[in-house]
């Protein structure tokens, strides 16, 4: 049996033919997995950013022009993504940091301002943790 080429696929899967984009996500996987741990260096991000490249191809597929030229297209999702996945994650890093920096500098302290002190202390840690992805304000949180 013959593959389908990537034209019939996409305009199977545009047709709501979930099976045609499987086929997509088969086929350019580990290409798309490859490209993603040379982008990010790091194997457990680069599947989530794959993961995430291929959600937003299956939405934005109406988008694509050429249908021809999946690969590419695909590629240059997994580029953004990787690109943003590493933006997200040096922002968390500092956000870490200043975090910690904040909790190094608090020293007890035992004066009647002590509790002002704490609830703005504690407004400014509040502030930092909404500052995060939401998937990481949990992580931090504990």
């Known amino acids: 049996m013959r593959e389908k080429p990537d034209t019939t696929l996409v305009a199977e899967a545009r047709a ?13 996987q580990d290409h798309a997995y490859g490209l993603a ?6 194997f457990d991000l680069a599947q989530d950013v794959v993961q995430e490249a291929f959600v937003s191809a299956y939405c934005d ?28 994650r040096e922002h968390d890093r500092l956000l870490v940091e200043r975090l910690a920096h904040l909790g190094a500098e608090a020293e007890p302290v035992r004066s009647p301002a002590e509790p002002a002190e ?25």
Request: glycine share 6%; net charge positive.
């Open 16 to 28: 709501g033919d979930r099976e045609a984009f499987c086929e997509l996500v088969r086929r350019y």
């Open 37 to 42: 741990v040379a982008l990010v260096s790091d």
């Open 61 to 88: 597929l109406a988008k694509l022009r050429d249908p021809e030229r999946f690969a590419g297209w695909l590629r240059g999702i997994v580029r953004n993504t990787a690109r943003r996945a590493l933006r997200d």
């Open 118 to 142: 704490t609830i703005e202390r504690r407004e400014v840690v509040q502030r930092a943790l909404e500052g995060l992805p939401r998937r990481n304000r949990e992580a931090v949180t504990l």
